[in-house]
């Protein structure tokens, strides 16, 4: 009887009481869990030429390379406390992955590239969450700059 009074009051205080120590191992508590990424999403997401105050000056979806600099901008929102990956790709294979630490409920973050000129094509920047989850996909074409013609003098008519 004493047993249950003590096991009441300590439910009732909110206290936990020492598991007996047994020689044999317990088995797996099946309402044990993994820790589960909270869910949040991308607003926004864009390549920009800039970003001043933490907003991108402009969108970008085509850059000849003329430009060798590009910005990779994202808005998240519910993912504080969370590291999602800006995942850089050109021509299928991962260029860059850069980390990126979510500070608060809503968070705006950016990466940047620096770009070889001959890497003309399409590139592609994904939000990916530490699962490996796409949250967002982005790409955007880089052209080589056109030639401008050169003029030939020619001899007026008689």
């Known amino acids: 009887m004493k047993a249950f009074f003590l096991i009441l009051a300590a439910?009732?205080?909110?206290?936990?009481?020492?598991a007996r120590a047994?020689?044999?191992?317990?088995?797996?508590d099946a309402s044990?869990?993994?820790a589960v990424l909270i869910?949040?999403?991308v607003t926004r997401s864009q390549f920009t030429r800039d970003i001043k105050e933490l907003e991108p000056v402009d969108t970008v979806s085509t850059l000849t390379n003329v430009l060798t600099r590009i910005v990779y901008f994202t808005e998240i929102h519910d993912m504080a406390g969370q590291t999602v990956m800006h995942r850089w790709e050109y021509n299928?294979?991962?260029?860059?992955?850069?980390p990126i630490k979510v500070g608060t409920s809503r968070w705006r973050a950016y990466s940047t590239k620096t770009l070889d000129p001959a890497w003309t094509g399409e590139?592609?920047?994904s939000v990916v969450d530490a699962?490996?989850?796409?949250?967002?996909?982005n790409t955007f074409s880089y052209l080589k700059q056109p030639e401008t013609p050169t003029s030939v003098a020619t001899n007026p008519p008689p």
Not at 22 to 28: G, H, K, M, N, V
Not at 92 to 98: S, T
Request: proline letters at 11%; aromatic letters at 2%; a neutral charge.
């Open 92 to 98: 299928g294979k991962i260029i860059l992955e850069v």
């Open 131 to 137: 699962a490996g989850g796409t949250l967002s996909v």
């Open 22 to 28: 047994t020689d044999e191992a317990a088995p797996p």
């Open 11 to 18: 439910s009732l205080l909110g206290l936990s009481l020492p």
């Open 39 to 41: 869910p949040g999403v």
């Open 32 to 34: 044990a869990k993994a």
């Open 123 to 125: 590139w592609k920047v």
